[in-house]
């Protein structure tokens, strides 16, 4: 029989960050147990998962009380090996078949069929189709296990665990209680409603009143729900104004409420003069509230998700009022406290915290981020911004000894602009301090100005040369110091901005400041050195993988990186040339000769000089080579320093009747090594200048 099936775990305060992951795992793992067992429709939009503080929950439409029973076919071995000379069963038969429990006497009814190269006997077997009450509680158990938690705990004298206490357990198929037992509980059809405002259990008349008899209960137990009944409440409490688009704060404090109710609460205008990054953080991290805008301004107004909903909420509102209270005074003590003492003089503090046991404090880390920034600054805008970009580089970590980012450590950078602007430091370098950090994340925006981009620039180098120079390299999925968004940061600053940067050239001037730092051994400065190798090729895989991700094949990246362009601003000429070349009646032969050139150049010992003496050429074919690379190789080389891209690889295609010619009647290596060496110059010439843009070698199909 068919019908609706309700399970329920009831738990204390399950963790509200990882609430609605669990109830989607949960809801997802029964599913995938009760599909299993042939017990349901493989149809996800027949299952409905809840998600309360106090509960996880599935409902699932259409479950069978039994499977059907059902054929399955074994393989169960070779025909010569189940049968002796005599065609009696082997001994290795007999054995096969007490493992499986299949009389003997089934012998006459195997199936004779070729299975590969050998005559296969195979069997089909009744299964007996599975019942709801005997397996449900087992894939509850397991689909339990399977739940993404950190950390269990015991409760009571039992032995189960859980990540919370487990005090009910709900299993109804229908109207009928499904006999089980879960972590020492076993099922029956109570529950509760709203832990203050509602009368004690509930009896679950069936899996399909569930629902409703919760809501009676005061429970809005659909996570999405009670998520978008939250939304609605906070755009109409806060009318005029905007509040806080949070994304993770709404989903945090759907996971705390049960009966979601919005009020409008307020604290004292004075501690508006306190930087709004510092109010709003101190509400939502501490508080959960969601603040109140007028215009992209913070106003002394917020909103409280309230469990309780009530007539009058004057008590809620005022009690939390005077909660938020103490914390506002705090961040508002600690921005007063923190502006008695300059960045400047905060700098000698650095020298006590610790950045790397072998790589220095955070105070000499400062010291080489500014010579960084300072050098990057000279060859960006000379004397001036590298002035800039070292007093930004090394004022930058100053605000970590703050009270303020001790307190909130989110707020680093962000409170180093509001404190150089106090200290009256022009406002290019305030904005630089904060806009070190980033980009922070993926999307998130580059530094406002040329001193920000060059100190950010200057950072993420020297974090990537410092740790790639002690063998901190992130492998697999670890990468605990976050290097491979460092890469990105600095790939996107040079593409973005087009900064007139050579990426190798950087690192190495990187590594010039950081290398006095390794002073351990040779063999250290030795692993320095090929550690640097690697950060390049850190650098370009983290390259081609951003490309990959916006949309260009792997054989354009692949023809563009693997020359390793060092000016990153102009990739996206060069991939937008080889997508246009590629597309030409001439592009895969070319392609296919070019990589044929290579293979040839690869095979000679020592490098092969691009020079060819004209005197020397004697084939037909080779003299028209050598005279179409003569008539392209000017305007392919014109257009390739003007930046067209396009036009210089678009000039190759007038080669490829030359270019199949030479192939089809000259050959390369002959015995005279005056000849072979000609021959190969003209190859080396070629493939100079079919190379310049990207590897066309990459595109062939």
């Avoid at 992951?21 to 149809?43: I, M, P, T, Y």
């Avoid at 107004?301 to 009022?321: C, E, Q, W, Y």
């Avoid at 010291?367 to 960084?372: D, E, G, K, L, Y």
């Amino acid at each position: 029989m068919s019908a609706t099936l309700l399970i329920e775990l009831l738990t204390e305060e399950l963790p509200p960050k990882s609430l609605a992951r669990l109830g989607d795992v949960f809801k997802h793992e029964v599913f995938n147990g009760l599909l299993k067992h042939q017990l349901c429709l493989s149809a996800p939009e027949k299952v409905s998962g809840f998600a309360t503080p106090r509960r996880l929950a599935v409902l699932l439409r259409e479950v069978e009380e039994a499977a059907a029973d059902r054929s399955v076919e074994e393989k169960i071995m070779p025909v010569a090996v189940a049968l002796d000379a005599a065609g009696k069963p082997s001994a290795a038969l007999l054995k096969k078949l007490e493992a499986k429990g299949i009389p003997v006497s089934e012998i006459p009814s195997f199936v004779k069929r070729m299975d590969g190269k050998s005559e296969t006997f195979f069997y089909d077997a009744r299964v007996k189709g599975a019942k709801l009450d005997d397996v449900l509680a087992t894939i509850v158990h397991e689909a339990l296990k399977k739940l993404p938690v950190a950390k269990m705990m015991r409760w009571g004298d039992s032995d189960h665990q859980f990540v919370r206490p487990v005090h009910g357990l709900v299993m109804l198929h229908g109207e009928r209680l499904v006999p089980g037992e879960v972590l020492g509980l076993k099922s029956g059809r109570q529950t509760r409603g709203h832990r203050f405002m509602s009368s004690g259990e509930i009896e679950i008349a069936g899996a399909q009143t569930y629902e409703r008899q919760l809501e009676q209960g005061n429970v809005i137990a659909d996570f999405a729900k009670r998520r978008e009944i939250i939304r609605g409440q906070l755009n109409e409490a806060a009318g005029s104004l905007q509040w806080l688009q949070d994304e993770a704060l709404l989903d945090e404090v759907t996971a705390l409420v049960e009966l979601p109710a919005v009020y409008e609460a307020g604290f004292d205008e004075e501690y508006l003069a306190v930087p709004q990054e510092c109010l709003i953080l101190t509400m939502k991290a501490n508080q959960k509230y969601f603040p109140l805008f007028e215009s992209g301004k913070l106003t002394n107004r917020f909103l409280v998700v309230s469990n309780m909903k009530v007539t009058d909420p004057v008590h809620i509102i005022t009690g939390n009022a005077r909660v938020v209270r103490p914390r506002l005074a705090d961040a508002k003590f600690f921005y007063d406290q923190d502006r008695k003492k300059s960045l400047a003089d905060r700098i000698p503090g650095l020298a006590k915290v610790v950045y790397h046991n072998k790589l220095g404090s955070q105070g000499e880390r400062a010291q080489r981020v500014a010579a960084i920034a300072s050098a990057i600054g000279a060859l960006l805008g000379g004397e001036e911004l590298a002035h800039q970009a070292d007093q930004a580089a090394l004022l930058a970590k100053a605000d970590l000894l703050t009270d303020m980012v001790g307190e909130f450590p989110e707020l680093q950078g962000i409170m180093g602009r509001y404190y150089a602007l106090h200290d009256g430091l022009p406002a290019a370098i305030a904005d630089a301090i904060e806009d070190h950090y980033k980009p922070r994340f993926a999307g998130d925006s580059l530094p406002r100005g040329r001193i920000g981009v060059v100190a950010a620039l200057a950072d993420k180098l020297e974090t990537l040369v410092g740790l790639f120079g002690i063998g901190q390299i992130p492998t697999g999925d670890k990468d605990p110091f976050a290097l491979r968004r460092h890469a990105l940061g600095i790939i996107r600053m040079l593409a973005e901005h087009q900064l007139a940067l050579d990426l190798d050239r950087l690192i190495l001037l990187a590594s010039n400041i950081v290398l006095p730092v390794i002073r351990d051994s040779a063999d250290d400065r030795l692993a320095f050195g090929l550690n640097m190798k690697l950060l390049s090729d850190f650098i370009y895989e983290r390259l081609a993988g951003s490309l990959r991700e916006q949309g260009y094949s792997a054989q354009e990246v692949d023809a563009v990186v693997s020359l390793r362009p060092q000016r990153l601003g102009d990739i996206p000429k060069r991939l937008a040339a080889v997508r246009a070349f590629a597309e030409l009646p001439e592009a895969q032969a070319l392609a296919a000769a070019n990589k044929r050139v290579g293979n040839i150049l690869k095979k000679v010992e020592g490098s092969v000089a691009a020079k060819i003496d004209a005197a020397l050429l004697k084939e037909s074919a080779e003299i028209a080579l050598n005279a179409a690379l003569a008539g392209v190789k000017a305007p392919a080389d014109a257009t390739f320093a003007a930046g067209d891209y396009t036009a210089s690889l678009q000039a190759l295609a007038a080669l490829k009747g030359p270019v199949d010619n030479f192939f089809n009647e000259v050959m390369v290596n002959v015995e005279d090594p005056v000849l072979r060496a000609n021959r190969l110059g003209l190859l080396a010439t070629l493939h100079q200048a079919m190379n310049r843009v990207a590897d066309l070698s990459r595109l062939v199909a």
